[in-house]
C-alpha cells in the first residue's frame, strides 16, 4: 500500500512519513500543492493524506484535482481548520474522512486502515469468534443464542465488527454511527459499549470487546496464543 503525505510543514511530515513507514507502508511525501497534483498524476496511490494550507494552493483545490480523474485514491483531509464549515466543504469536494490537528497518531493510523479497507468488498454476514452478524437481515447471534439489539447498538456492532482487530476512538464510532449534525459528547460511546458488553459478553466467558487505553475500542476474537498460555501450565520460552 502506498501513502501519498500532502504536508508543507516538515515537522509534521517527517513525523508521518516515519509513523506510517513504521505501520508498513510505502509513503511519499509533496511539499506543495503542484507536486502533489503531479506526483498523483504519475502515481497510483492507495490513499492521500491532505493538509488544507499549503504554500502554493488550497489543499482543495488539490482535491478538485485528484477527484477530477475516475477511480482517483480515497483522502484523508488533515487540517487545523477544525470548523464545521470546512469539514463539510471538504467531504462535500470528495474528501473521504477528516482529521483535525492536533491529532494522535494512533487515530490518524485507525482512519488510514479504516480508508484502506473500504475499498474491499462487503460481506453480508460479519464474524468475531461465535458473535455472528447478519447485515442485511440484522440478526445477530452469538453462539446459538440470538441477541436483541438496538438500532444504535447494531449500528455500533457492525462498524466495530467491519474492522475487527483494529481499535477505533469513540470519535471514529459517534461519526458513523450518529449523522453529522450530533455534536454532543463522544461518552455516549462508552454508555452504548455498556449495554453492548452487557448483551453480547457479560454472560460469556470470551469476552470480545476489548477496551484500548488512549484510544478507544475494538472488538477482536481472543487470540490463539492467549488459549494456549491459558491452557499450558507455563508458556515455553525460545532460548536466544
Ligand atoms: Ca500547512
Not at 508521518?16 to 507536486?35: F, K, M
Not at 482535491?63 to 485514491?73: K, N, T, V, Y
Not at 483494529?166 to 449495554?195: A, F
Request: hydrophobic fraction near 40%.
Amino acid at each position: 500500500m502506498r501513502i501519498l503525505v500532502v504536508e508543507d510543514e516538515k515537522r509534521i511530515a517527517d513525523f508521518l512519513g516515519r509513523g506510517l513507514q513504521g505501520a508498513g507502508y510505502a509513503v511519499d511525501i509533496a511539499p506543495d500543492g503542484a507536486s502533489a497534483i503531479q506526483f498523483t498524476h504519475d502515481t497510483d496511490y492507495d490513499l492521500v493524506i491532505l493538509d488544507l494550507m499549503l504554500p502554493d494552493m488550497d489543499g482543495l483545490k488539490v482535491l478538485e484535482r485528484i477527484r477530477s480523474r475516475r477511480a482517483g485514491p480515497p483522502v484523508l483531509i488533515l487540517s487545523a481548520r477544525g470548523q464545521v464549515d470546512d469539514r463539510v466543504k471538504g467531504l462535500e469536494t470528495g474528501a473521504d474522512d477528516y482529521l483535525t490537528k492536533p491529532f494522535a497518531f494512533v487515530e490518524l493510523l485507525a482512519r488510514v486502515r479504516a480508508l484502506l479497507r473500504r475499498g474491499q468488498p462487503a460481506p453480508e454476514k460479519l464474524q468475531v469468534a461465535d458473535l455472528a452478524l447478519d447485515c442485511t437481515r440484522r440478526k445477530v447471534m452469538r453462539g446459538n443464542e440470538a441477541i436483541e439489539l438496538a438500532p444504535k447498538e447494531f449500528g455500533i456492532l457492525e462498524y466495530m465488527m467491519r474492522n475487527k482487530g483494529r481499535p477505533l476512538s469513540r470519535t471514529m464510532i459517534v461519526e458513523h454511527v450518529w449523522d453529522m449534525d450530533y455534536d454532543g459528547l463522544t461518552n455516549i460511546v462508552d454508555v452504548y459499549i455498556r449495554h453492548l458488553r452487557s448483551k453480547i459478553d457479560d454472560r460469556f466467558p470470551q469476552k470480545l470487546i476489548h477496551t484500548v487505553r488512549g484510544i478507544g475500542y475494538m472488538i477482536e476474537a481472543p487470540e490463539k496464543s492467549a488459549f494456549r498460555t491459558g491452557l499450558d501450565s507455563a508458556p515455553v520460552e525460545k532460548p536466544v
